[in-house]
């Protein structure tokens, strides 16, 4: 069975600082990838997702995330943070077909001025 | 297009009282749909999902059951409220365009606190 492991809970950066959020996953083959982000009280958003390909994909809000086969990772990363990027993003693994999506715990990033 | 409501949105019960979530879908049809419950610091734990009316599968075993009474409806139930089932709740649904697998979209969550 697949498993998402998300090894910081909770990371403070600089407005205007680079990020760089971490995600392993486990699992024989190649899966899907996603991050979502969540923001306080609301539902999760997609921010990108790889299923094959060019191994750098790009998302919404100015965000990106590799897709590293030798490391098993898919780490998510932003060149400079804003305040309002400040919310819980959560890495997730899937197969494909009926089987669901497996998230990591999460980490919740803070932004600081 | 495709949009997912769910509701109420903040819901307060006492110990004890019955509970039902909803869970309805729009632009699709036969989706894959999921219940999922976040509690502070735990991320997010798969309650239920189900591939078809009437289909359910449980992950956890506990005080909460699930029902899909029609193909774009998904309700979370329980008969008798625990502390423990405070959390929040958000209801999510295999998303497809054009034929091909994009994950989920999730709704907008229930916030429940038992008092």
Redesign the interface.
């Known amino acids: 069975a697949q498993s998402v492991t998300q090894p910081d ?1 909770h990371i403070t950066v600089s407005e205007g600082a680079s990020l760089e959020l971490r995600c392993n996953y486990s699992y024989g083959a190649t899966p ?1 990838l ?1 991050w ?1 982000v969540q923001s306080p ?6 921010l990108l ?1 790889y ?1 094959s390909g060019d191994t750098l994909v790009q998302g919404i809000k100015g965000f990106e995330a590799e897709f590293k086969r030798s490391q098993s990772s898919f780490n998510l990363r932003k060149p400079s943070v804003h305040w309002s990027d400040a919310a819980e993003y ?1 890495c ?1 693994v ?1 197969v ?1 077909g ?1 089987t ?2 497996v ?4 980490t919740r990033l803070s932004v600081i001025a | 297009s495709q949009t997912i409501h769910q509701w109420p949105a903040t819901l307060v019960q006492p110990v004890g009282s019955p509970l039902s979530l909803e869970c309805t879908v729009e632009g699709t049809s036969n989706p894959n749909l999921y219940w999922y419950r976040q509690a502070a610091g735990r991320g997010l734990q798969l309650l239920f999902y189900s591939v078809g009316i009437g289909q359910i599968s449980s992950e956890v075993p506990q005080n909460l059951s699930a029902s899909r009474p029609q193909d774009r409806q998904f309700i979370l139930s329980s008969k008798k409220l625990l502390l423990s089932d405070s959390g929040f709740y958000l209801c999510a649904w295999i998303t497809l365009r054009a034929g091909r697998y994009h994950g989920y979209t999730f709704g907008s969550g229930t916030r429940l606190t038992v008092v």
């Open positions: 809970i899907y996603f979502y009280g609301q539902g999760l958003q997609l997702k299923f959560f997730a899937g494909g009926n669901p999506l998230f990591g715990k999460g």
